[in-house]
T-cell receptor, first 114, second 115 residues
Framework: AQSVSQHNHHVILSEAASLELGCNYS??????LFWYVQYPGQHLQLLLK??????LVKGIKGFEAEFIKSKFSFNLRKPSVQWSDTAEYFC????????????FGKGTTLSVSS | DTAVSQTPKYLVTQMGNDKSIKCEQN?????MYWYKQDSKKFLKIMFS???????INETVPNRFSPKSPDKAHLNLHINSLELGDSAVYFC??????????????FGAGSRLTVL
């Protein structure tokens, strides 16, 4: 069965600091990978996704993520965070097999102080 | 127009009651989902429907019964509510093929509080 683990439960940064959130998944086959963001009191929004091709994917709001197949990882990065990036970040994975659903990690709370 | 809309947004009820949450999407997607987000923000898949047919049914008590009258709607009915059912329930939808496959669009969530 697929699973997703996010290493950081709560990350606290000052504005302009660089961000890297870890995500590892376990599944031996082909997967699609996602990062979603949930701003306080809001629904989940897609930040970026990886299906195939260039393992470095760029998303909205200056976020990027790198898929490293050998490490089963899909870490999220941003060179300089802003106060408005304060939110919950979820890594998610789905296999390419029919009848499977998107599985989420437990989330990382990012708090950015101005 | 809201792409995935859920009603009600908030629901407060007593233990033992029966309640429903409705979801509608106007994106033309063929797959819809219900996720439960607990107090620790963990998101867990409950059900998935493709073209009105149930394709995923995770380990969910049979007090929870989804219904999809057409591919644009997926409702969730909960019988005999328990304290542990308190959570935020998110509806989502996606295509199953093409470039948008597996990219879920979420509704705003329905916060259920069982007293």
């Amino acid at each position: 069965a697929q699973s997703v683990s996010q290493h950081n439960h709560h990350v606290i940064l000052s504005e302009a600091a660089s961000l890297e959130l870890g995500c590892n998944y376990s599944y031996g086959g082909t997967v699609n990978l996602f990062w979603y963001v949930q701003y306080p009191g809001q629904h989940l929004q897609l930040l970026l996704k990886y299906f195939s091709g260039d393992p470095l994917v760029k998303g909205i709001k200056g976020f990027e993520a790198e898929f490293i197949k050998s490490k089963f990882s899909f870490n999220l990065r941003k060179p300089s965070v802003q106060w408005s990036d304060t939110a919950e970040y979820f890594c998610a994975v789905i296999s390419n097999q029919a009848g499977t659903a998107l599985i989420f990690g437990k989330g990382t709370t990012l708090s950015v102080s101005s | 127009d809201t792409a995935v809309s859920q009603t009600p947004k908030y629901l407060v009820t007593q233990m033992g009651n029966d309640k429903s949450i409705k979801c509608e999407q106007n994106l033309g997607h063929d797959t819809m989902y219900w996720y439960k987000q607990d107090s620790k923000k963990f998101l867990k898949i409950m059900f998935s429907y493709n073209n009105k047919e149930l394709i995923i049914n995770e380990t969910v008590p049979n007090r929870f019964s989804p219904k999809s009258p057409d591919k644009a709607h997926l409702n969730l009915h909960i019988n005999s509510l328990e304290l542990g059912d308190s959570a935020v329930y998110f509806c989502a939808s996606s295509h199953t093929g093409g470039s948008g496959a597996n990219v879920l669009t979420f509704g705003a969530g329905s916060r259920l509080t069982v007293l």
